[in-house]
């Protein structure tokens, strides 16, 4: 009853009234109709020109509810760019519950790590391994587990065979850099070129957001200093409102 009453107030308006369609969406969505919801969210996110957080979350929570994980992230990736500072401890909320929702053996193994199983967390990564031999975030998870047993260069090893699959893994390549710092086996250059690869806003390790801060806030300059409390910011954000299997 009550989507039919917005289908028709909708029609009244030419579909023009972004509160309209706000309601549709979600009405539509909670029917199981979910290319109608999908489509309407668009049409508010169109109407509107991504002025409003609402629209961004109304179109993830459409692509989540067909599983479409991908168009949801790259939907999120687009409202960190679009949206302004204050919405952005939402947006990262709203990525990390969406990385725990597709509950991968990649994702179950973040959990045993940040409980410190770490038999339990070889065997996710080892069941991942099994169903794709080349994965840039396994490589990662792998380099977590070394890292935190206290195996620096094993660590090591294992995020550049990370990035030797996916380049820009942000994660990684701040991983990387920190324990290229702590081994004293490259220079500042380097580290700084490996911390300029990354955007602190795409970044959902609040480890790697830590850690990219330490860098920026050795560079010591009024940009840098900055850019690192940015940062920690995020890393905060993160820290306090992931769930536990993200919290690395």
């Excluded at 969505?29 to 169109?46: F, G, H, M, P």
Aim: charged residues 25%.
């Amino acid at each position: 009853m009550l989507g039919q009453v917005l289908k028709r107030a909708g029609n009244i308006t030419s579909m023009k009234d972004p509160n309209i369609l706000y309601l549709l969406s979600l009405q539509i969505d909670e029917q199981r109709k979910l290319e109608e919801a999908l489509s309407y969210a668009k049409s508010l996110l169109n109407l509107e020109g991504g002025s409003n957080i609402k629209e961004w979350l109304l179109l993830v929570r459409a692509f989540s509810a067909q599983k479409r994980f991908v168009d949801s992230e790259t939907i999120l990736d687009a409202a960190l760019d679009q949206t302004g500072k204050w919405d952005e401890g939402e947006l990262l909320r709203t990525k990390a519950k969406l990385q725990t929702a597709q509950g991968t053996s990649q994702g179950r193994s973040y959990l045993y790590i940040s409980l410190s199983r770490w038999q339990a967390a070889e065997i996710c990564l080892s069941k991942s391994k099994a169903i794709s031999s080349f994965s840039a975030v396994r490589n990662h998870a792998t380099g977590v587990i070394y890292e935190r047993k206290g195996k620096p260069k094993e660590a090591l090893n294992a995020f550049w065979s990370a990035l030797d699959i996916y380049p820009d893994l942000a994660p990684s390549l701040i991983s990387a850099a920190g324990l290229l710092r702590q081994l004293g086996s490259q220079s500042d250059a380097v580290v700084k070129k490996l911390a300029d690869e990354c955007s602190p806003s795409h970044i959902m390790n609040p480890s790697a957001c830590y850690n990219l801060g330490l860098l920026l806030k050795d560079e010591d300059t009024p940009s840098s200093l900055e850019e690192a409390a940015e940062c920690f910011q995020a890393a905060a954000i993160l820290e306090d409102s992931a769930p536990a299997s993200l919290s690395l």
